[in-house]
């Protein structure tokens, strides 16, 4: 190589980290029920740390190992046991969120008050828990005739910082103004349009509580000031088909902050977007195949209910007659994109056929293409992430692979990708 030049492109890697591939096993999907409706979702029902699953049909108790007891049915319209009462169908309302409103050390419900006539959510309110137990409630009034409360949302956060339990519906939040003895209401910005309400968490790590949103089209977030002023929705997702109707706010590959998981009922498909920087920043779509489709979805949710370490997901398909649990494998390793558990020269190979590296098309790449760090594209900077994470393992004969694996031993080639 002496006396010899070569022309390389360099490429300034940026701040970001990698776009984890998830791994789901979509053959151990199990019907756990038929006849199922769109309020499902996980909760350690009886304390024993095993997540259940809760339904208006009754509870499904997780046995820690990924299977479930025989049904409790809910023979009482709510479920009476350790202080809850969830998801059931309780005073007429069949929208509900649980927590101390009141600060006295029970479980209290808020709710979204039906018009059952006229098939319009036009009021909020909460439910005293009167014994402690769950057997007796009070209904508390606290705003009704709100004809433009039009979305299935209630959710209970501190969204003011003063460590008590406030109110949150698509159209306003109520701030819990004396432990739960009056509320003040404060209505969304009208310039922000009909935003849904989907969920409530620390989505930027700044210890208060943000708003996870969505238009018709585009998920995304709104950031809380800390007093309860939230700014206008930043942008994750714009390119949906139609507006989500299922969102949850889980860290789904461990990394300590809230990632999101969604379904979009439009495509029938299941996907989640991870909070690469733990701020608010979040990478692209990562599809998480299912077959058949999920026609009909209106819930997902996750926890670890085989206690393994990785998230399960449970979620419906066939128009909410069957739910489903879909097994957590782990994540896949930077560099594994036809994902057979090792980064090797097959991967490179893999990737090579896509033809898409540094082709002329932004944010064109998926993981399964080479975007490695989660950039949207395939270019230098994916080997560079994927090599310095030193899981490449090398062939061990000469073939076709084995030759790619000399090309990327040789220094020259590595310092072709370093910037």
């Known amino acids: 190589?002496?006396?010899?030049?070569?022309?390389?492109?360099?490429?300034?890697?940026?701040?970001?980290?990698?776009?984890?591939?998830?791994?789901?096993?979509?053959?151990?999907?199990?019907?756990?029920?038929v006849n199922s409706d769109d309020r499902n979702g996980f909760i350690d029902f009886d304390g024993n740390s095993f997540p259940d699953i809760a339904s208006t049909g009754g509870i499904w108790p997780g046995n820690g190992d990924g299977t479930f007891g025989e049904l409790i049915l809910n023979t009482d319209q709510h479920f009476k046991g350790n202080g809850y009462a969830f998801p059931g169908r309780v005073?007429?309302?069949?929208?509900?969120?649980?927590?101390?409103?009141?600060?006295?050390?029970?479980?209290?419900?808020?709710?979204?008050?039906?018009?059952?006539?006229?098939?319009?959510?036009?009021?909020?309110?909460?439910?005293?828990?009167?014994?402690?137990?769950?057997?007796?409630?009070?209904?508390?009034?606290?705003?009704?005739?709100?004809?433009?409360?039009?979305?299935?949302?209630?959710?209970?956060?501190?969204?003011?910082g003063d460590s008590d339990l406030d109110i949150a519906t698509n159209v306003a939040w109520y701030e819990n103004d004396a432990n739960g003895q009056s509320f003040k209401r404060h209505l969304f910005a009208e310039s922000q349009g009909f935003v849904q309400l989907h969920a409530v968490a620390d989505i930027d790590g700044d210890q208060d509580i943000d708003l996870i949103t969505s238009r018709t089209g585009q998920i995304g977030w709104r950031e809380n000031n800390g007093a309860g002023d939230f700014a206008a929705q930043r942008t994750i997702d714009g390119n949906l088909d139609t507006r989500p109707r299922a969102v949850r706010v889980f860290d789904m590959d461990g990394d300590g902050d809230r990632d999101l998981i969604a379904v979009d009922t439009e495509l029938q498909t299941l996907g989640w977007y991870e909070n690469y920087d733990g701020h608010g920043s979040f990478g692209r779509r990562q599809l998480i195949e299912i077959q058949p489709s999920l026609k009909g979805t209106a819930f997902v949710d996750v926890a670890d209910v085989d206690l393994d370490g990785d998230v399960d997901i449970l979620t419906g398909r066939g128009n909410r007659t069957q739910l489903i649990l879909i097994e957590g494998l782990g994540p896949f390793d930077a560099g594994d994109s036809n994902r057979d558990g090792v980064f090797d020269s097959?991967?490179?190979?893999?990737?090579?056929?896509?033809?898409?590296?540094?082709?002329?098309?932004?944010?064109?790449?998926?993981?399964?293409?080479?975007?490695?760090n989660g950039?949207?594209?395939?270019?230098?900077?994916?080997?560079?992430?994927?090599?310095?994470?030193?899981?490449?393992?090398?062939?061990?004969?000469?073939?076709?692979?084995?030759?790619?694996?000399?090309?990327?031993?040789?220094?020259?080639?590595?310092?072709?990708?370093?910037?």
């Not at 990737?351 to 998926?366: H, I, W």
């Open 1 to 33: 190589m002496v006396g010899q030049t070569r022309n390389c492109q360099f490429e300034l890697l940026e701040n970001r980290q990698l776009l984890t591939a998830l791994n789901f096993a979509a053959d151990a999907s199990r019907v756990l029920v």
């Open 91 to 160: 005073f007429g309302v069949d929208i509900i969120d649980i927590g101390d409103i009141d600060g006295d050390g029970d479980i209290d419900l808020a709710s979204i008050y039906s018009d059952e006539s006229a098939n319009i959510r036009r009021g909020v309110q909460w439910h005293e828990n009167l014994d402690g137990a769950g057997s007796e409630y009070r209904l508390r009034p606290i705003d009704f005739d709100v004809e433009s409360l039009r979305s299935s949302f209630v959710a209970l956060a501190d969204l003011d």
């Open 346 to 372: 097959s991967d490179l190979v893999f990737v090579f056929q896509a033809n898409e590296y540094e082709d002329a098309l932004n944010g064109n790449s998926t993981f399964d293409e080479g975007d490695w």
């Open 375 to 419: 950039d949207g594209d395939f270019n230098s900077s994916d080997f560079v992430y994927a090599f310095q994470r030193g899981k490449y393992v090398a062939a061990s004969k000469s073939s076709v692979a084995a030759a790619i694996d000399d090309a990327f031993r040789d220094d020259d080639s590595r310092r072709a990708f370093v910037p």
